[in-house]
């Protein structure tokens, strides 16, 4: 049974940057120069037009008139996590926290950067810090999940999920990934549960339908996941891991039924030789010999 590649891509946020460059604070902090501020409504407008190099600069010029100007971090923080610099992004924020203690912005950010960095130990504690002052904010539970998750702490990342759902929070990503968790734990019920949920709220999901199939076709429940990896083939029709999941849950279903069962392994040769990582394995020498010989045993039955 193949499996999709990394879950961590459905789930990835840039929640970090889009926050940050809507954010238009003019509540600096005591003692503010009015050229910071000058500076960085500069940056921020520069920011708002694409610009992006000028937004740094004046972000930066902000920051050197007035080195405690919290808000001009924030925003060349979010910067620098858009461009993937994510040591420098790291820089603003761990000034932000060491200066603004109680940020919870700030926290979050320096939690998301942790993340891209694996730096998941250091995350949890940062995200947990933001969640004492802000326990009701369900977005704080969703990040925390996902690095949960990334430690492999699958009963804890089903409580912070848990936690992001009840506080009114959450998407069909946070479902799938609630889903992938439980069946880490080996409670297929439970994913089901979730994956339908996420199913719900994204109609066109491919990984949750992807996933339902996985369940149902390590019950040994043939028909639906052939249904299910169809559907998942349907919402993303270049998938070939949706086609040869199908093939192999038609085929289960009815070893005999060889045209059918010929049919769906044609068609995931047809996607897998234009897959350049498909074409790097032996997958489709695989399934070449098998459709021979399928075509095979069907001449022989035809002779019967």
């Known amino acids: 049974m193949k ?27 005591a003692g503010d120069k009015e050229k910071a501020k000058e500076h960085f409504n500069a940056g921020l407008t520069s920011a708002q037009a694409g610009k992006i190099d000028e937004a740094i600069l004046g972000y930066e010029a902000a920051i050197a008139e007035d080195p405690t100007f919290i808000d001009a971090y924030i925003n060349l ?13 790291l820089e603003m924020y761990r000034t932000v926290a060491e200066k603004d203690p109680k940020n919870v912005l700030a926290l979050s950010n320096l939690a998301n950067v942790e993340y891209e960095l694996k730096k998941y130990v250091e995350a949890e504690g940062h995200l947990n810090s933001a969640i ?19 430690k492999r702490d699958y ?58 199939g996985q369940v149902y076709l390590s019950q040994g429940k043939y028909m639906n996941a052939a249904n299910f990896f169809d559907q998942a083939l349907k919402s993303s029709p270049t998938k070939h891991l949706a ?22 392994w044609e068609k995931f040769l047809r996607l897998a030789k234009n897959n350049p990582k498909a074409k790097a394995t032996n997958e489709i020498a695989e399934a070449e010999n098998h459709v021979k010989q399928l075509k095979e045993a069907q001449k022989q039955k035809d002779l019967q």
């Open 3 to 29: 499996q999709p590649s990394k879950l961590e891509v459905t789930i990835k946020t840039t929640a970090v940057l889009l926050a940050l460059l809507l954010l238009a604070s003019i509540g600096f902090a």
């Open 77 to 89: 923080g979010a910067i620098h996590f858009e461009k993937n610099n994510y040591p420098k992004a």
């Open 132 to 150: 004492a002052l802000a326990p009701k904010d369900a977005s704080l539970y969703k990040d925390l999940g996902k690095i949960l998750f990334a």
């Open 155 to 212: 009963e804890a990342t089903v409580k912070a999920l848990g936690k992001c759902h009840e506080n009114g929070g959450g998407s069909h990503l946070t479902q799938y990934m609630m889903g992938k968790a439980y069946q880490k734990l080996d409670k297929p019920t439970e994913a089901i549960g979730c994956f339908d949920k996420s199913v719900q709220l994204e109609k066109k999901n491919y990984n949750s339908l992807f996933a339902l």
């Open 243 to 264: 086609a040869y999941n199908y093939a192999v849950a038609v085929e289960s279903q009815d070893p005999e039924d060889y045209a059918k069962n010929i049919e769906a």
